[in-house]
């Protein structure tokens, strides 16, 4: 990629060094989902190709949080490009979208489940069952409860033969 110069204003300066990378209210909804639902998580992976934002490496599935307008969310009104600057974003983005699609191709030959979340995604108020769908809820990604993210605990209080360990059954 040839660097070009760019014309930057200060104004524009700042409010670039504003936004974050980790921590972004997408991320947040995704992990407060995710928590509710009983998963369990890393949110540090940079040992994966791409770092995925949120991953369970013995459960196979790594998690994206992508906002639209860095990685280009197909026909959303939020993937703009900008004015100024133009071929210097162009090329910025289309550089984006191939390291994801890496990453995404990574990610799935070492036998991971992989989903990408958008920003405009997790805003619906259909997101969670939206996420519960892609992540096969209930078959093998939570740890524990089979049946999906509705499944009730047993509020009955357990038998003292049921405190034994099986092997003592």
Request: a positive charge; aromatic letters at 6%; charged letters at 30%.
């Amino acid at each position: 990629m040839k660097h070009l110069p760019l014309r930057v204003d200060p104004i524009t300066s700042r409010r670039m060094s504003l936004i974050r990378q980790a921590g972004t209210t997408p991320e947040l909804r995704v992990r407060a989902l995710l928590t509710a639902l009983g998963a369990r998580y890393r949110i540090s992976n940079r040992d994966l190709e791409g770092s995925p934002d949120l991953a369970n490496r013995s459960r196979k599935w790594a998690i994206f949080v992508h906002g639209c307008f860095w990685h280009r969310h197909p026909a959303c009104k939020r993937a703009t490009t900008p004015k100024r600057n133009r071929r210097f974003w162009l090329e910025k983005f289309e550089a984006n979208v191939r390291r994801d699609h890496r990453a995404r191709t990574s990610l799935v030959r070492l036998g991971l489940h992989v989903v990408t979340v958008w920003e405009c995604e997790s805003e619906r108020p259909d997101f969670d069952l939206l996420l519960a769908k892609r992540l096969n809820l209930g078959q093998t990604w939570s740890g524990g409860r089979k049946g999906g993210a509705v499944a009730e605990r047993s509020t009955s209080k357990r038998r003292p033969e049921d405190a034994r360990p099986r092997s003592a059954r």
